[in-house]
């Protein structure tokens, strides 16, 4: 019988064999032996599928992409060495110099730095437009290179969502794949491709790991988008540097995340330690329980802080009267993740009394943790950008993001209780 997603976080894709460990093992090693040189010349041939060196590929590493696609429904995965890798090779494996992407405006920051700065740098150009456009303005921002359309579930920290029913059609449209970022959501809570997107993206340093230890990323390819318009020649056309092979004719749904392992983590050693890869997959054995808490307790502290007489305003796609609120429901009905945005009357100075006063609660530059933390992103993640840049990615000056963690509801609500009495 086919698992469920509950079932599947824990069991999914590890089956240890009989007297083998019943934990996924860590194989901490770069290099594997071979006693036939046919056997080597096969892999760098790409007509073989076993480990040559832990730069392409590694068994605890590949552990957690057999994983990962199979919890968001993919054909195959590719592992990074964090979510900037990861959406550094989705969009290299598809774009070069003279290439155009079109992406939300509403990307997470280090998002917008890359598309926006270093690609520019690299010839390739972009187009950030309004995530809430609609299929006819994203149609109209296409150009004739342009290669991608990039997007975010739940939009980091905008928190806004995406109308998949849209960026799809338009993506179909434009004859390009729709990339979805679905870190803050994770596939417990949406399945990107599943409502039309064509590749799904993670910085699983956050929900995926969980606890703050692993940086990484991973791409899942839906193995289901057609590479044969002639505009991805990358794809289709020979490969010289693997004797004229052909992505596509070789590999066929595989194609993309083949070129992503063969050819980007090739060129750009961009890859996931086993380490790393061996503590986010233990973290994905309780990500259904952590997401369900972390949704619960976070629209919780949304309904405190916007009944709260120094709170001015609140985000949360789960709150009812949200601007996101019936797209959250469509998209994300069993729960809206941990994250929401607010902001203390009084602006940024209140605000920082505010989180200067907090005691369980952590200062730190990260989101998506079992503890709950706070971040102003306007002096942080997002500072790189001007003051207009910011409010069109949803960051306001006065703007506090939290990402409320697994501890007890009331000591967490004690906690912002004082701190704002405080203010």
């Known amino acids: 019988m086919p698992y469920s997603f509950d079932t599947l976080c824990v069991?999914?894709?590890?089956?240890?064999?009989?007297g083998q460990p019943n934990v996924l093992p860590l194989a901490q090693s770069t290099t594997y032996r071979y006693y036939d040189t046919d056997d080597v010349a096969a892999m760098f041939d790409l007509t073989s599928a076993?480990?040559?060196?832990?730069?392409?590929?590694?068994?605890?590493?590949?552990?957690?992409?057999?994983?990962?696609?199979l919890l968001e429904g993919g054909v195959a995965a590719v592992a990074a060495a964090s979510g900037q890798s990861a959406t550094l090779i989705s969009l290299l494996g598809l774009s070069g110099a003279g290439d155009h992407i079109l992406s939300s405006a509403n990307l997470y920051g280090g998002t917008n730095n890359l598309v926006g700065v270093s690609f520019e740098k690299l010839g390739i150009s972009h187009t950030f437009i309004d995530q809430d456009s609609t299929v006819e303005q994203i149609i109209a921002a296409a150009q004739p290179n342009t290669k991608a359309l990039v997007a975010e579930t739940l939009g980091n920290p905008a928190l806004s969502i995406l109308d998949f029913a849209v960026w799809s059609q338009a993506a179909k449209q434009i004859g390009v794949p729709l990339i979805v970022d679905n870190t803050l959501a994770t596939p417990y809570l949406c399945q990107p491709l599943k409502h039309g997107a064509d590749i799904v993206i993670h910085s699983t340093t956050k929900y995926a790991d969980g606890h703050g230890t692993s940086v990484g990323g991973i791409v899942v390819?839906?193995?289901?988008?057609?590479?044969?318009?002639?505009?991805?020649?990358?794809?289709?056309?020979?490969?010289?540097?693997?004797?004229?092979?052909?992505?596509?004719?070789?590999?066929?749904p595989l194609a993309y995340a083949v070129k992503l392992?063969?050819?980007?983590?090739?060129?750009?050693?961009?890859?996931?330690?086993?380490?790393?890869?061996?503590?986010?997959?233990?973290?994905?054995?309780?990500?259904?329980?952590?997401?369900?808490?972390?949704?619960?307790?976070g629209l919780a502290v949304a309904r405190f802080l916007?009944?709260?007489p120094k709170v001015e305003w609140v985000k949360y796609p789960g709150l009812e009267g949200d601007r996101y609120y019936a797209l959250s429901q469509k998209y994300l009905p069993k729960g809206q993740s941990g994250v929401l945005t607010f902001g203390v009357k009084g602006g940024f100075a209140a605000g920082r009394r505010f989180?200067?006063?907090?005691?369980?609660?952590?200062?730190?530059?990260?989101?998506?943790d079992l503890r709950t933390m706070v971040l102003h992103p306007a002096s942080a993640t997002h500072r790189q950008l001007s003051e207009s840049e910011q409010i069109r990615a949803g960051v306001s000056p006065e703007l506090i993001r939290a990402s409320i963690g697994i501890e007890d509801l009331d000591?967490?609500?004690?906690?912002?209780?004082?701190?704002?009495?405080?203010?």
């Open 50 to 69: 076993t480990h040559m060196y832990t730069r392409i590929s590694n068994p605890t590493v590949q552990a957690l992409e057999a994983k990962m696609a």
């Open 306 to 308: 916007k009944n709260h």
């Open 221 to 252: 390819d839906g193995g289901t988008f057609d590479w044969q318009s002639g505009k991805f020649p990358g794809l289709t056309e020979p490969d010289a540097s693997y004797h004229g092979l052909r992505y596509v004719e070789a590999f066929g």
């Open 11 to 18: 069991h999914g894709a590890y089956r240890a064999e009989s």
């Open 355 to 368: 989180i200067e006063a907090l005691e369980l609660t952590c200062l730190v530059v990260h989101v998506g």
């Open 261 to 297: 392992r063969g050819q980007m983590l090739r060129d750009f050693g961009c890859v996931m330690a086993p380490m790393n890869a061996w503590l986010t997959h233990m973290g994905l054995e309780t990500l259904h329980l952590r997401m369900q808490r972390h949704s619960e307790s």
């Open 411 to 423: 000591d967490i609500l004690h906690d912002f209780e004082t701190a704002l009495s405080k203010v």
